[in-house]
T-cell receptor, first 112, second 115 residues
Framework: QKEVEQNSGPLSVPEGAIASLNCTYSDRGSQSFFWYRQYSGKSPELIMFIYSNGDKEDGRFTAQLNKASQYVSLLIRDSQPSDSATYLCAVNSRSGNTPLVFGKGTRLSVIA | GAGVSQTPSNKVTEKGKYVELRCDPISGHTALYWYRQSLGQGPEFLIYFQGTGAADDSGLPNDRFFAVRPEGSVSTLKIQRTERGDSAVYLC?????????????FGPGTRLTVL
Protein backbone atom coordinates (compact mmCIF):
# COMPACT_ATOMS: atom_id res chain seq x y z
CA GLN A 1 0.00 0.00 0.00
CA LYS A 2 1.61 3.21 -1.17
CA GLU A 3 1.19 5.96 1.40
CA VAL A 4 1.83 9.66 1.59
CA GLU A 5 1.82 11.21 5.03
CA GLN A 6 1.29 14.84 5.97
CA ASN A 7 0.61 16.59 9.23
CA SER A 8 -3.02 17.72 8.98
CA GLY A 9 -2.36 20.93 10.90
CA PRO A 10 -3.56 23.55 11.14
CA LEU A 11 -0.20 25.20 10.75
CA SER A 12 -0.42 28.83 11.78
CA VAL A 13 2.26 31.33 10.79
CA PRO A 14 2.33 35.15 11.00
CA GLU A 15 2.24 37.19 7.84
CA GLY A 16 5.73 37.59 6.37
CA ALA A 17 7.11 34.44 7.99
CA ILE A 18 8.30 31.25 6.31
CA ALA A 19 5.80 28.40 6.23
CA SER A 20 7.30 24.92 6.12
CA LEU A 21 5.14 22.02 4.96
CA ASN A 22 6.38 18.46 5.13
CA CYS A 23 5.52 15.17 3.49
CA THR A 24 6.86 11.62 3.68
CA TYR A 25 6.13 8.77 1.31
CA SER A 26 6.42 5.02 1.60
CA ASP A 27 7.25 3.89 -1.94
CA ARG A 28 11.01 4.17 -2.37
CA GLY A 29 10.62 3.85 -6.15
CA SER A 30 8.59 7.06 -6.40
CA GLN A 31 9.65 9.25 -9.28
CA SER A 32 7.79 12.55 -9.26
CA PHE A 33 6.54 14.80 -6.49
CA PHE A 34 3.92 17.50 -6.60
CA TRP A 35 2.48 20.17 -4.35
CA TYR A 36 -1.08 21.29 -4.88
CA ARG A 37 -2.86 24.16 -3.15
CA GLN A 38 -6.56 23.75 -2.45
CA TYR A 39 -8.75 26.58 -1.27
CA SER A 40 -11.91 25.66 0.59
CA GLY A 41 -14.59 24.50 -1.84
CA LYS A 42 -12.22 24.59 -4.81
CA SER A 43 -10.25 21.95 -6.70
CA PRO A 44 -6.48 21.35 -6.29
CA GLU A 45 -4.20 23.78 -8.10
CA LEU A 46 -0.67 22.67 -9.05
CA ILE A 47 1.94 25.02 -7.59
CA MET A 48 5.21 23.06 -7.65
CA PHE A 49 6.69 19.84 -8.94
CA ILE A 50 10.11 18.30 -8.37
CA TYR A 51 11.76 15.25 -9.87
CA SER A 52 15.37 15.36 -8.62
CA ASN A 53 16.99 15.49 -5.23
CA GLY A 54 17.69 18.98 -3.95
CA ASP A 55 15.86 22.28 -4.04
CA LYS A 56 13.70 23.86 -6.69
CA GLU A 57 12.65 27.48 -6.36
CA ASP A 58 9.78 29.30 -8.05
CA GLY A 59 9.05 32.76 -6.75
CA ARG A 60 8.17 32.56 -3.05
CA PHE A 61 7.94 28.76 -3.19
CA THR A 62 10.77 26.25 -2.74
CA ALA A 63 10.31 22.50 -3.03
CA GLN A 64 12.88 20.25 -1.42
CA LEU A 65 13.33 16.56 -2.16
CA ASN A 66 15.39 13.98 -0.31
CA LYS A 67 14.81 10.56 -1.86
CA ALA A 68 17.11 8.79 0.60
CA SER A 69 14.91 9.96 3.47
CA GLN A 70 11.71 9.67 1.39
CA TYR A 71 10.89 13.23 2.32
CA VAL A 72 9.62 16.20 0.36
CA SER A 73 8.86 19.66 1.67
CA LEU A 74 7.46 22.98 0.54
CA LEU A 75 8.67 26.30 1.88
CA ILE A 76 6.63 29.45 1.39
CA ARG A 77 8.60 32.63 2.01
CA ASP A 78 6.98 35.93 2.98
CA SER A 79 3.71 34.16 3.71
CA GLN A 80 0.56 36.12 2.88
CA PRO A 81 -3.01 35.69 4.17
CA SER A 82 -3.92 34.64 0.61
CA ASP A 83 -1.65 31.59 1.08
CA SER A 84 -4.09 30.25 3.66
CA ALA A 85 -5.30 26.98 2.15
CA THR A 86 -4.80 23.24 2.34
CA TYR A 87 -1.58 22.03 0.74
CA LEU A 88 -1.65 18.56 -0.76
CA CYS A 89 1.47 16.51 -1.35
CA ALA A 90 1.18 14.03 -4.24
CA VAL A 91 3.54 11.33 -5.43
CA ASN A 92 3.78 9.53 -8.74
CA SER A 93 5.22 6.08 -8.21
CA ARG A 94 6.41 5.52 -11.76
CA SER A 95 7.65 7.74 -14.53
CA GLY A 96 5.22 9.02 -17.11
CA ASN A 97 1.47 9.19 -16.89
CA THR A 98 0.35 7.29 -13.83
CA PRO A 99 -2.08 8.07 -11.04
CA LEU A 100 -1.04 10.26 -8.16
CA VAL A 101 -1.15 9.17 -4.54
CA PHE A 102 -2.15 12.10 -2.34
CA GLY A 103 -1.63 12.87 1.30
CA LYS A 104 -4.55 14.19 3.33
CA GLY A 105 -3.17 17.70 3.14
CA THR A 106 -1.90 20.27 5.63
CA ARG A 107 -4.10 23.23 6.42
CA LEU A 108 -2.08 26.45 6.52
CA SER A 109 -3.35 29.60 8.18
CA VAL A 110 -1.41 32.84 7.68
CA ILE A 111 -2.32 35.36 10.35
CA ALA A 112 -2.28 39.05 9.38
CA GLY B 1 -6.23 28.33 -22.91
CA ALA B 2 -9.23 26.52 -21.53
CA GLY B 3 -8.67 24.26 -18.57
CA VAL B 4 -10.35 21.02 -17.61
CA SER B 5 -14.11 21.38 -17.44
CA GLN B 6 -16.59 19.21 -15.57
CA THR B 7 -20.36 19.06 -15.61
CA PRO B 8 -22.52 19.27 -13.67
CA SER B 9 -20.90 21.25 -10.88
CA ASN B 10 -23.40 19.84 -8.42
CA LYS B 11 -25.56 16.75 -8.58
CA VAL B 12 -28.12 15.72 -5.97
CA THR B 13 -29.71 12.32 -6.43
CA GLU B 14 -31.60 9.73 -4.47
CA LYS B 15 -30.20 6.45 -3.27
CA GLY B 16 -30.49 3.80 -5.96
CA LYS B 17 -30.47 6.20 -8.90
CA TYR B 18 -28.01 6.28 -11.81
CA VAL B 19 -25.74 9.29 -12.43
CA GLU B 20 -23.31 10.38 -15.11
CA LEU B 21 -20.51 12.86 -14.56
CA ARG B 22 -18.73 14.43 -17.51
CA CYS B 23 -15.15 15.62 -17.95
CA ASP B 24 -13.66 17.58 -20.85
CA PRO B 25 -9.84 17.60 -20.62
CA ILE B 26 -7.38 20.25 -21.73
CA SER B 27 -7.00 20.20 -25.51
CA GLY B 28 -4.07 18.04 -26.53
CA HIS B 29 -3.91 16.11 -23.25
CA THR B 30 -4.23 12.41 -23.94
CA ALA B 31 -4.14 11.17 -20.35
CA LEU B 32 -7.29 11.64 -18.26
CA TYR B 33 -7.79 10.74 -14.60
CA TRP B 34 -10.77 10.46 -12.28
CA TYR B 35 -10.32 10.97 -8.55
CA ARG B 36 -12.77 11.18 -5.67
CA GLN B 37 -12.31 13.45 -2.67
CA SER B 38 -14.16 13.18 0.61
CA LEU B 39 -14.16 15.89 3.26
CA GLY B 40 -10.82 16.17 5.02
CA GLN B 41 -9.12 13.71 2.70
CA GLY B 42 -6.83 14.00 -0.29
CA PRO B 43 -8.07 12.96 -3.73
CA GLU B 44 -8.31 9.20 -4.15
CA PHE B 45 -7.57 7.66 -7.55
CA LEU B 46 -10.40 5.88 -9.37
CA ILE B 47 -9.43 5.26 -13.02
CA TYR B 48 -7.21 6.67 -15.72
CA PHE B 49 -7.28 6.65 -19.50
CA GLN B 50 -4.48 6.90 -22.01
CA GLY B 51 -6.35 7.75 -25.19
CA THR B 52 -9.56 5.76 -25.43
CA GLY B 53 -8.58 2.82 -23.26
CA ALA B 54 -8.64 2.51 -19.50
CA ALA B 55 -4.98 2.07 -18.59
CA ASP B 56 -5.66 1.49 -14.90
CA ASP B 57 -9.06 1.02 -13.25
CA SER B 58 -7.75 -0.41 -10.00
CA GLY B 59 -9.20 2.45 -7.95
CA LEU B 60 -12.83 1.85 -8.86
CA PRO B 61 -14.46 0.77 -5.58
CA ASN B 62 -16.87 -1.78 -7.08
CA ASP B 63 -18.72 -2.72 -10.25
CA ARG B 64 -21.30 0.03 -9.79
CA PHE B 65 -18.67 2.43 -11.09
CA PHE B 66 -17.74 2.57 -14.75
CA ALA B 67 -16.07 5.14 -16.99
CA VAL B 68 -15.70 5.58 -20.73
CA ARG B 69 -13.76 7.80 -23.09
CA PRO B 70 -14.93 6.65 -26.52
CA GLU B 71 -13.17 9.23 -28.69
CA GLY B 72 -10.12 9.87 -26.55
CA SER B 73 -11.28 13.27 -25.37
CA VAL B 74 -14.41 13.68 -23.22
CA SER B 75 -14.91 11.09 -20.49
CA THR B 76 -18.02 10.08 -18.57
CA LEU B 77 -17.98 8.50 -15.13
CA LYS B 78 -21.09 6.42 -14.55
CA ILE B 79 -22.38 5.31 -11.16
CA GLN B 80 -25.21 2.80 -10.93
CA ARG B 81 -27.48 2.23 -7.93
CA THR B 82 -25.96 5.12 -6.03
CA GLU B 83 -25.41 4.80 -2.30
CA ARG B 84 -25.08 7.49 0.36
CA GLY B 85 -21.40 6.56 0.71
CA ASP B 86 -20.83 7.66 -2.89
CA SER B 87 -21.33 11.28 -1.82
CA ALA B 88 -18.07 13.13 -2.50
CA VAL B 89 -16.45 15.56 -4.91
CA TYR B 90 -15.49 13.80 -8.13
CA LEU B 91 -12.43 15.37 -9.69
CA CYS B 92 -11.12 14.95 -13.20
CA UNK B 93 -7.54 15.76 -14.23
CA UNK B 94 -5.60 15.60 -17.48
CA UNK B 95 -1.96 15.57 -18.51
CA UNK B 96 0.22 15.43 -21.60
CA UNK B 97 1.32 12.05 -22.89
CA UNK B 98 4.78 12.91 -24.10
CA UNK B 99 7.87 14.58 -22.76
CA UNK B 100 9.29 14.49 -19.29
CA UNK B 101 6.61 16.57 -17.63
CA UNK B 102 3.39 14.83 -16.70
CA UNK B 103 1.82 17.34 -14.40
CA UNK B 104 -1.86 16.75 -13.82
CA UNK B 105 -4.28 19.67 -13.96
CA PHE B 106 -7.62 19.39 -12.24
CA GLY B 107 -11.07 20.50 -13.22
CA PRO B 108 -13.44 22.24 -10.78
CA GLY B 109 -15.04 18.95 -9.73
CA THR B 110 -18.59 17.67 -9.46
CA ARG B 111 -20.07 17.58 -5.97
CA LEU B 112 -22.29 14.50 -5.77
CA THR B 113 -24.81 14.22 -2.96
CA VAL B 114 -26.78 11.01 -2.57
CA LEU B 115 -29.80 11.41 -0.30
Amino acid sequence: QKEVEQNSGPLSVPEGAIASLNCTYSDRGSQSFFWYRQYSGKSPELIMFIYSNGDKEDGRFTAQLNKASQYVSLLIRDSQPSDSATYLCAVNSRSGNTPLVFGKGTRLSVIA
Amino acid sequence: GAGVSQTPSNKVTEKGKYVELRCDPISGHTALYWYRQSLGQGPEFLIYFQGTGAADDSGLPNDRFFAVRPEGSVSTLKIQRTERGDSAVYLCASSRSSGSNHEQFFGPGTRLTVL
